[in-house]
């Protein structure tokens, strides 16, 4: 493309979102400044990022601690067959596909697990923070978090035909913790009973109207309430949950001490929703070199080695074993966490 094209594309990109007048060219303007974390790329992350992406947001920071995989591509709309039969981490089959669709948008990638160490460095980075997790674990911390550093969080979640959203603003709405055992919180993914794509797409459409109203200033615009619905029963909920505020609240309260913060980075093994796997993390931060664990797992000859530059994989009897570069390993066709831990230190020390 010649550079004359390139620039007038350039131009005319995001022109009928200038047009819409609740957002303009300041608003657009607005949007190119602003930096948005996003928390997991299955359904709702893939979602949320690619809308984001094309409206044309500065700065993207996807991150996910899992792989691609055959049962993802009928709802998580950046990943091709391809992705699923190299067993792509999520977050880099993210990343070519947003930025082969806008190259102009800073979009960085992490392959990790979120827990509060990794959140913090991430958070002092960001604007507004998506929430694409499937368990309320990280929701929590999200929220503490979100809290103790006063950024704006929108909270999806999706399961079957149904999806709930809610945008939590520190310092104005409650709060998460101020609304779990108040209001009814569906939506957790830990279920096997599947889930249709228009759920999803439901879900991130309104997480990202949400987004874009508060990175462009028009927070008068914003909901205020939390959305419910199910969009094979026809069903749309929107409830005023100011009310539910509570002013000793551990996470948003005047005295605030944060408890999802310090309880959560004990846990160093994790049973992954309805999926039959189980994730170790190391108990340190550490840096692996694939390369050598792929030879050393193919001298052992105990099953079948394959790997490519984020991860290696081992099929040993019914057990899969993924390790990532940061240390985790995911354990797959299981869910005793003290058989994983045993297989794990059979194979990784
Ligand atoms: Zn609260």
Known sequence: MTEQLYQAEQVDRYSRQERYAPLGPEGQARLKESKVLIIGAGALGTGIAETLVRSGVGQITIVDRDYVEWSNLQRQQLYVEQDAIERMPKAMAAVKRLTAINSTVHIKAKVMD???????ELIADADLIMD???????????????????????YGGCVGSYG????????????????????????????????????????TANQTAEAMKLLSGNTAALRRKLLSFDVWRNEYISINVDG???????????????????????????VLCGRDTVQIRPARPMRLDLQQTADRLTRLEEGKVESNPFLVSLTTGKHRLVIFQDGRVLVHGIKDTAEARTLVHRYFG
């Open 244 to 270: 539910a505020k509570k002013l000793d609240c551990a996470s948003c309260g005047p005295s605030a001490t944060y408890p999802f913060l310090s309880a959560s980075n004990l846990e160093k093994t994790d």
């Open 114 to 120: 979120v827990r509060v160490d990794e959140l913090e």
């Open 132 to 154: 694409a997790t499937d368990n309320f674990d990280t929701r929590l911390l999200i929220n503490d978090m979100a809290q103790k550093h006063q950024i704006p969080w929108i």
């Open 164 to 203: 709930i959203t809610y945008t939590f603003l520190p310092g104005e709405t409650p709060c998460l913790n101020c609304l779990l055992g108040e209001v009814p919180l569906g939506g957790d993914t830990c279920d096997t009973s599947g889930i249709i794509p228009q759920a999803v797409q439901m879900v």
